[in-house]
């Protein structure tokens, strides 16, 4: 074996993985910079540019769940692969893109590759990997998922001011390339042939059944409340930064502080994780979770919430996302069995569905307006993860 703990005779690359988990954040991060540019470009109003963004995600949501189910029966190779390629080549109908609604077509397709990359990034290393070693490596490439929405930001606005939003699109296609030659060429198939594939006809049985199997569901919520909080804070925190005088750059200052935590924090389960165990970690994720969210509440409820104050408690949030994310994501796809792949689009589409569904709910109820009513949404979102790692951990126990 190359890696200790590896389940194949040969473990797969994990920087090729980790570039494949982050497509996703790639293609969000590095062409948000350049929308006010693009939307002038093309002559486009602000509601359709936006739809570059949200087709993106809705996607992202929808393919992950075509993806994991598609990898059990043909293999995990293929999909990327061709996922990865799909990736490349609507990239490059986006490049050269002459009208908003063919661009927003483009991002629909990148959308679905993003999806297809993400998806099986995830499910080969839970392929590959006995359990606790699965964790600490899927907690590699989180980490390295957090770095790429702090780069991508940067080098997507650099390139926008450099040589147009175009080149923030280049950007996309180089990664996505690279994502495409890694597995070509570098990755071997790790499904287990000797799982019988579920036939079409059964791929809703199979989502059915895993919603009401209590390992995968409490695993994949536990994923999906932390994710949510996470976007629901980046809708509406801006408006309290602003409330406090921040500026759009200084509030993105702060607020990098929670993928900075997310590093600390996957630092941590890559190495207490194996010790304490998947449900253990993501447990003592969860509790400070709540903790955390319990002191920005206070805070909030007080009138004491300084940006200081947010912006190390986001850090402390982060840290909190780094030993959950990881940790319940390979629990719950493991409680899948042999539908791991169905298991991992799943999850995938559970924080995409929480994710939009809390930012939308938040600034619907006059979150952006009122911080205390935010705060405590929040809260409850994060008691509601904990509460699925203490059932998660029990049901653990008892088997």
Same mark, same amino acid.
């Given at each position: 074996?190359?890696?200790?703990?590896? +389940?194949?005779?040969?473990?797969?690359? &994990?920087?090729?993985?980790?570039?494949?988990?982050?497509?996703?954040?790639?293609?969000?991060?590095?062409?948000?910079? %350049?929308?006010? =540019?693009?939307?002038?470009?093309?002559?486009?109003?602000?509601?359709?540019? =936006?739809?570059?963004?949200?087709?993106?995600?809705?996607?992202?949501?929808?393919?992950?769940?075509?993806?994991?189910?598609?990898?059990?029966?043909?293999? +995990? +190779?293929?999909?990327?692969?061709?996922?990865?390629?799909?990736? !490349?080549?609507?990239?490059?109908?986006?490049?050269?893109?002459?009208?908003?609604?063919?661009?927003?077509?483009?991002?629909?397709? $990148?959308?679905?590759? %993003?999806?297809?990359?993400?998806?099986?990034?995830? !499910?080969?290393?839970?392929?590959?990997? $006995?359990?606790?070693?699965?964790?600490?490596?899927?907690?590699? *490439?989180?980490?390295? =998922?957090?770095?790429?929405?702090?780069?991508?930001?940067?080098?997507?606005?650099?390139?926008?001011?450099?040589?147009?939003?175009?080149?923030?699109?280049?950007?996309?296609?180089? @990664?996505?390339? &690279?994502?495409?030659?890694?597995?070509?060429?570098?990755?071997?198939?790790?499904?287990?042939?000797? *799982?019988?594939?579920?036939?079409?006809?059964? *791929?809703?049985?199979?989502?059915?059944?895993?919603?009401?199997?209590?390992?995968?569901?409490?695993?994949?919520?536990?994923?999906? @409340?932390?994710?949510?909080?996470?976007?629901?804070?980046?809708?509406?925190?801006?408006?309290?930064?602003?409330? /406090?005088?921040?500026?759009?750059?200084?509030?993105? /200052?702060?607020?990098?502080?929670?993928? /900075?935590?997310?590093?600390?924090?996957?630092?941590?389960?890559?190495?207490?994780?194996?010790?304490?165990?998947?449900?253990?970690?993501?447990?003592?994720?969860?509790?400070?979770?709540?903790?955390?969210?319990? !002191?920005?509440? %206070?805070?909030?409820?007080?009138?004491?919430?300084?940006?200081?104050?947010?912006?190390?408690?986001?850090?402390?949030?982060?840290?909190?996302?780094?030993?959950?994310?990881?940790?319940?994501?390979?629990?719950? *796809? +493991?409680?899948?069995?042999?539908?791991?792949?169905?298991? #991992?689009?799943?999850?995938?589409?559970?924080?995409?569905?929480?994710?939009?569904?809390?930012?939308?709910?938040?600034?619907?109820?006059?979150?952006?307006?009122?911080?205390?009513?935010?705060?405590?949404?929040?809260?409850?979102? #994060?008691?509601?993860?904990?509460?699925?790692?203490? !059932?998660?951990? =029990?049901?653990?126990?008892?088997?």
């Amino acid at each position: 074996m190359t890696a200790e703990g590896a +389940r194949t005779s040969l473990a797969p690359p &994990i920087w090729v993985l980790a570039m494949a988990v982050s497509a996703a954040n790639v293609g969000i991060s590095v062409l948000s910079p %350049a929308i006010p =540019q693009m939307r002038d470009d093309l002559m486009a109003t602000s509601d359709e540019a =936006q739809l570059v963004l949200s087709a993106f995600l809705i996607m992202l949501g929808v393919g992950q769940l075509i993806a994991g189910s598609l990898s059990d029966r043909i293999g +995990r +190779r293929p999909v990327l692969v061709y996922g990865s390629l799909l990736f !490349v080549l609507s990239g490059l109908g986006a490049l050269f893109s002459t009208s908003i609604e063919m661009l927003v077509a483009m991002r629909i397709f $990148q959308g679905l590759g %993003a999806a297809t990359c993400m998806a099986m990034g995830r !499910v080969i290393i839970s392929d590959s990997f $006995q359990r606790a070693e699965a964790g600490r490596q899927m907690s590699t *490439i989180t980490m390295f =998922q957090s770095v790429v929405p702090l780069l991508g930001f940067a080098f997507g606005g650099m390139l926008a001011d450099l040589v147009g939003w175009r080149g923030s699109v280049g950007l996309m296609v180089f @990664t996505a390339a &690279i994502v495409f030659l890694g597995a070509s060429l570098l990755l071997a198939e790790s499904r287990d042939p000797s *799982i019988k594939p579920v036939p079409a006809s059964r *791929i809703l049985f199979v989502y059915g059944r895993l919603l009401v199997t209590p390992l995968f569901i409490t695993n994949a919520m536990m994923a999906a @409340t932390v994710t949510a909080v996470f976007f629901a804070m980046g809708g509406f925190l801006p408006y309290e930064f602003k409330r /406090l005088g921040s500026s759009a750059f200084e509030f993105g /200052l702060y607020f990098s502080a929670t993928p /900075l935590g997310y590093m600390c924090g996957n630092s941590l389960s890559r190495s207490f994780g194996p010790r304490l165990g998947l449900d253990r970690a993501a447990f003592v994720g969860s509790v400070f979770s709540v903790a955390t969210i319990s !002191v920005l509440l %206070a805070l909030a409820l007080a009138g004491l919430a300084t940006k200081p104050a947010i912006s190390a408690l986001l850090f402390c949030y982060g840290v909190a996302n780094g030993l959950i994310v990881a940790n319940s994501l390979v629990g719950a *796809i +493991r409680a899948a069995g042999p539908h791991s792949g169905a298991a #991992t689009g799943l999850c995938g589409a559970l924080q995409m569905a929480c994710s939009a569904g809390l930012g939308s709910l938040v600034i619907w109820l006059g979150g952006d307006a009122d911080f205390r009513l935010a705060a405590g949404i929040c809260w409850v979102m #994060t008691a509601v993860g904990l509460a699925c790692g203490l !059932v998660a951990m =029990q049901r653990r126990a008892d088997d």
